[in-house]
């Protein structure tokens, strides 16, 4: 037992979970929280002209406001998708928003994307020295209306450009309402073509739900082949509940545990589906060296997690990346594409 599942999570979790996450940004913003690092060659991979010197990212929604980014390298994370940022700060729902399940390792949560809006993380931004890669991720604004998310995203993407080595349109969380309509074809053209009109170049994602019909995949599917996207990340959280013993009944996203099944059918089906060419991001569910080793053989080039670093705390990274180098020696692995061609 570590001395963060036996001494400090228990304290942590004593806490209101979004007093307890406010509490580790400021000790991980302030360079106060390390891990040990894993470095093995095996691990690296240049994606879309990008370094990662390891496959596991930590998952959009932890650094909404690019707090840290400075810092992530210290626990191990091979990228940080800072964001969800809109182009308008906007505090998000009320309170109480994130809810701890821990005996199914999983979070509920209905945060809103609150964050401080475009122009203050890409101020902040200016004046960061990240050594691990930056993604950022983008999505709608409360306050602006479906039909003209388009000039919302764009707006935000223009303010950030020179800060992220990729961007990722966000239109999964379950929190914003009738964002996941812009899944669909239309409006998804539109946002990623308005996007594409400021920079074509940068590497850009579309980060899908795991609640959507195989159809709607191939949908989407078809949107990122003709846009030229770089890839899909597969998946949010999700709004079922059917896998959960008994229902929290708190409305929002589930993450953890839970969502693993349902996103690796996305990823798989995605990674199926898709051309080679189309980088995919596995999320949903990673708590293991063996959770990670599954993302690669469905498809994915690279994984993140948000929910598993909660429950693992510190040694996450260290702990689920050397379960993977083992497994890689067991198996005689000499690199990630290998894993993904099993
Ligand atoms: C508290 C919380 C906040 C999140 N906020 C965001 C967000 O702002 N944008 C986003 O794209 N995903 C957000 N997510 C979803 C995660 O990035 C991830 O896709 C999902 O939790 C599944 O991964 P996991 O099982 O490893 O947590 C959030 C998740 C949690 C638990």
């Given at each position: 037992?570590?001395?963060?599942?036996?001494?400090?999570?228990?304290?942590?979790f004593?806490?209101?979970p979004?007093?307890?996450?406010?509490?580790?940004?400021?000790?991980?913003?302030?360079?106060?929280?390390?891990?040990?690092?894993?470095?093995?060659?095996?691990?690296?991979?240049?994606?879309?002209?990008?370094?990662?010197?390891?496959?596991?990212?930590?998952?959009?929604?932890?650094?909404?406001?690019?707090?840290?980014?400075?810092?992530?390298?210290?626990?191990?994370?091979?990228?940080?998708?800072?964001?969800?940022?809109?182009?308008?700060?906007?505090?998000?729902?009320?309170?109480?928003?994130l809810f701890r399940i821990p005996?199914?390792?999983a979070l509920?949560?209905?945060?809103?994307?609150?964050?401080?809006?475009?122009?203050?993380?890409?101020?902040?931004?200016?004046?960061?020295?990240?050594?691990?890669?930056?993604?950022?991720?983008?999505?709608?604004?409360?306050?602006?209306?479906?039909?003209?998310?388009?000039?919302?995203?764009?707006?935000?993407?223009?303010?950030?450009?020179?800060?992220?080595?990729?961007?990722?349109?966000?239109?999964?969380?379950?929190?914003?309402?009738?964002?996941?309509?812009?899944?669909?074809?239309?409006?998804?053209?539109?946002?990623?073509?308005?996007?594409?009109?400021?920079?074509?170049?940068?590497?850009?994602?579309?980060?899908?739900?795991?609640?959507?019909?195989?159809?709607?995949?191939?949908?989407?599917?078809?949107?990122?082949?003709?846009?030229?996207?770089?890839?899909?990340?597969?998946?949010?959280?999700?709004?079922?509940?059917?896998?959960?013993?008994?229902?929290?009944?708190?409305?929002?996203?589930?993450?953890?545990?839970?969502?693993?099944?349902?996103?690796?059918?996305?990823?798989?089906?995605?990674?199926?589906?898709?051309?080679?060419?189309?980088?995919?991001?596995?999320?949903?569910?990673?708590?293991?060296?063996?959770?990670?080793?599954?993302?690669?053989?469905?498809?994915?080039?690279?994984?993140?997690?948000?929910?598993?670093?909660i429950?693992?705390?510190?040694?996450?990274?260290?702990?689920?990346?050397?379960?993977?180098?083992?497994?890689?020696?067991?198996?005689?692995?000499?690199?990630?594409?290998?894993?993904?061609?099993?």
């Amino acid at each position: 037992m570590s001395l963060y599942s036996s001494i400090l999570r228990p304290l942590a979790f004593q806490l209101d979970p979004e007093k307890a996450h406010e509490l580790g940004m400021t000790a991980i913003s302030k360079g106060l929280i390390c891990s040990p690092e894993i470095r093995d060659s095996r691990l690296s991979q240049t994606l879309f002209g990008v370094m990662f010197e390891n496959p596991l990212g930590l998952a959009a929604g932890f650094d909404k406001n690019a707090i840290a980014v400075d810092h992530w390298h210290r626990l191990g994370f091979g990228s940080v998708e800072v964001g969800t940022i809109t182009r308008y700060p906007q505090p998000g729902n009320p309170k109480p928003r994130l809810f701890r399940i821990p005996e199914e390792k999983a979070l509920i949560n209905r945060m809103g994307f609150n964050n401080d809006g475009c122009e203050a993380a890409a101020q902040r931004l200016s004046h960061s020295n990240p050594k691990t890669v930056i993604g950022i991720n983008l999505g709608k604004s409360k306050v602006t209306e479906l039909k003209d998310a388009p000039a919302d995203y764009e707006a935000s993407f223009r303010a950030l450009l020179p800060y992220g080595a990729y961007f990722v349109i966000n239109v999964s969380s379950p929190n914003t309402p009738g964002l996941r309509s812009l899944q669909e074809k239309g409006p998804l053209i539109d946002i990623i073509q308005a996007i594409q009109s400021v920079d074509s170049t940068k590497p850009l994602f579309v980060k899908i739900a795991p609640d959507l019909e195989f159809e709607a995949v191939d949908e989407v599917l078809q949107v990122a082949h003709d846009t030229k996207l770089t890839g899909l990340i597969a998946t949010n959280t999700t709004i079922a509940r059917d896998m959960l013993k008994y229902d929290p009944e708190e409305t929002g996203g589930l993450s953890g545990f839970p969502v693993q099944k349902k996103a690796n059918e996305i990823l798989k089906h995605v990674s199926s589906h898709s051309s080679p060419e189309l980088t995919v991001i596995g999320v949903g569910g990673i708590a293991s060296g063996d959770d990670l080793w599954n993302k690669f053989t469905l498809g994915a080039h690279l994984c993140q997690a948000y929910t598993g670093f909660i429950y693992g705390g510190p040694m996450f990274t260290y702990t689920v990346l050397s379960q993977f180098v083992s497994r890689m020696d067991r198996e005689g692995v000499k690199s990630i594409s290998e894993i993904r061609q099993k």
